[in-house]
């Protein structure tokens, strides 16, 4: 095993190939030192191994070693191994050579998909051969369900009760549509028999017309119009929550 000093561009040499690689010494990295790289041995195979945004374009990307493609296939590498985004993301059809292997696991509903590794072969100035092969047999899936006709909670209950679910699989359920009762992701996740279903998220949104409903002579109408009033742009979600909690419970 090897590990890449910071600072500066490491190299590991071989018979046939010679390993380039670069640390980080900070949880960010800037700028990226790719104009500090020389391959000594173009007749060798050359192997990249870093960590980088490829072409990033966002604040957030341009925080971990931005690195230009362009730039970085005019190095003349054979392979390039880069770290960063969790997911494998490479085209072998295209002889593509900047890799992302992504993460051998994963380790949750940020990591989606298939995990695991490229395998294949290099010869120089030859096609390269790689392929994906899956390790993990563990996946993460997010699935909607839209629970507009859904009409109570035992019902949305049965409802992921009957959700045809992958042994393998760990899966959030996004609820979304027009919601006719009050949800607790936490009570329902409880009460579902299928253990497989971990997460629940709800993105729906409230059936009834509150402004309509407000102006009713009723007491539900001057429940809903006093509160209403209460709305502020902090604490709208709580407030339309405690008006479904009190419809509900008249």
């Not at 790289?37 to 374009?57: F, M, Q, R, V, Y």
């Amino acid at each position: 095993m090897y590990i890449f000093l910071m600072k500066k561009f490491g190299k590991v040499s071989g018979a046939e190939a010679d390993i380039y690689g670069f640390g980080f010494d900070n949880f960010y990295k800037q700028k990226s030192n790719l104009n500090e790289i020389k391959i000594e041995n173009p007749s060798k195979i050359n192997i990249l191994i870093t960590h980088g945004a490829l072409d990033g374009k966002t604040k957030e990307e341009m925080q971990y070693n931005p690195i230009s493609k362009r730039e970085l296939k005019a190095l003349g590498f054979d392979y390039v191994a880069l770290g960063h985004i969790h997911k494998p993301y490479y085209n072998g059809e295209q002889s593509q050579n900047i890799i992302y292997p992504g993460s051998t696991i994963s380790l949750g509903f940020d990591e989606l998909g298939s995990h695991g590794m490229i395998v294949g072969n290099i010869e120089k100035d030859k096609k390269l051969e790689i392929a994906f092969v899956a390790v993990d047999k563990i996946e993460f899936v997010e699935t909607t369900l839209d629970i507009t006709e859904i009409i109570s909670k035992e019902e949305l209950i049965e409802k992921l009760n009957n959700l045809e679910i992958e042994e393998n699989k760990y899966y959030k359920i996004i609820l979304t549509g027009a919601r006719n009762f009050e949800i607790n992701t936490y009570e329902i996740l409880k009460l579902i028999e299928n253990k497989n279903i971990i997460k629940i998220k709800d993105n729906t949104k409230l059936k009834l017309n509150l402004e309509e409903l407000s102006r009713e002579k009723s007491l539900k109408g001057i429940f809903v119009k006093n509160m209403l009033e209460k709305i502020t742009i902090d604490n709208e979600d709580e407030i339309i929550k405690a008006i479904e909690i009190g419809l509900e419970a008249m």
